[in-house]
């Protein structure tokens, strides 16, 4: 029922007040644990980030960030993050011309890492674990 909703308790809301209360919590989830992501990402060698990482952006961006590892193959990347049991993507995103333009499709293009309602901060960590266990071989 409406009037037993988790979150703020919204006077005479509507669903769709709710529903935007809701989202607004998601966001925020999501980029709590992106930031923790992202300082993690920063303090590895060789990591390199594509994309906006200064938090007054981020309201410019979602939860997923696009990575290289300088001298490794993004396709394999993620197949030893796989073992891990951590499921990320290479590729080019349909973003051929701009990968491209930077020298980054020689490589297997990017790893893409997106993060959910449904993650968690062990789940961050354990990646960032992964990457820098990754860097160091």
């Given at each position: 029922h409406m009037?037993?909703?988790?979150?703020?308790?919204l006077?005479?809301?509507?669903?769709?007040?709710?529903?935007?209360s809701?989202?607004l919590?998601i966001k925020?989830?999501e980029?709590?644990l992106?930031?923790?992501?992202?300082?993690?990402?920063?303090q590895?060698?060789r990591?390199n980030i594509?994309?906006?990482?200064d938090?007054?952006?981020?309201?410019?961006?979602?939860?997923?960030v696009?990575i290289?590892?300088d001298?490794k193959?993004?396709w394999?990347?993620?197949?030893?993050l796989?073992?891990d049991?951590?499921?990320?993507?290479?590729?080019?995103?349909?973003a051929?011309?701009?990968?491209?333009?930077l020298?980054?499709l020689?490589?297997?293009?990017?790893?893409?890492?997106g993060?959910?309602?449904?993650?968690?901060?062990?789940?961050?960590?354990r990646?960032?674990?992964a990457?820098?266990?990754?860097?160091?071989?």
């Amino acid at each position: 029922h409406m009037g037993e909703a988790e979150g703020p308790k919204l006077e005479n809301a509507t669903k769709r007040d709710y529903l935007k209360s809701a989202m607004l919590m998601i966001k925020e989830h999501e980029m709590l644990l992106f930031g923790r992501l992202l300082e993690g990402m920063q303090q590895i060698k060789r990591l390199n980030i594509h994309g906006i990482t200064d938090p007054a952006m981020w309201k410019w961006r979602t939860a997923t960030v696009s990575i290289t590892l300088d001298g490794k193959d993004s396709w394999q990347m993620c197949e030893k993050l796989g073992v891990d049991g951590l499921a990320l993507s290479p590729g080019h995103f349909y973003a051929i011309e701009p990968l491209g333009k930077l020298g980054l499709l020689e490589d297997g293009g990017v790893i893409r890492a997106g993060l959910s309602l449904y993650n968690t901060q062990k789940e961050v960590d354990r990646l960032i674990n992964a990457l820098d266990r990754l860097a160091s071989e």
